[in-house]
């Protein structure tokens, strides 16, 4: 297993916060008001100086990959022209993220395993239902996984 570095890491996902920033300026997303907007693109300017300067205390690969979590779930839960965009840039520059279905994975699984994966239900349970990427059973199935897990992080 290649030893990753902070350093490294940090540069890569800079240049994909970058890119992240290209595709919301060259296709901005149709539900976002132009205000929105510009506020999203701040918060990936913010995730970018936080990954390159982050606090000596945080140099750490385990608080980079909350940056990186923040970076890419919009593109990892999300479709359009923007989406595609990022991914064919990310390609391009042969930087070596995945797009990969995490919902699909936790619903496939039944069961949700660590603090991100309940923040990521929370946060996108309600959205991909909406959006009609989930199924009301789905829906229920998730909601029963958070409950459950709460329940086993509160004993």
Known sequence: MIKRNYEEEAIKLSKAADIA?????????????????NHVIVCYEEFKDHALNPEPRYRKMASLKYNIENVFTYFQESSGKDVEYFWKK?????????????????IKRGKIKSRFEFEYVTDIIVPAEQENRITIEEAKLLGKMLHEFEFKKSK
């Open 90 to 106: 990310l390609k391009e520059q042969n930087l070596d993220y995945v797009r990969e279905d995490k919902l699909g994975k936790i």
């Open 21 to 37: 920033i290209e595709s919301f300026k060259k296709f901005p997303p149709q539900v976002l008001s132009k205000e929105q907007l």
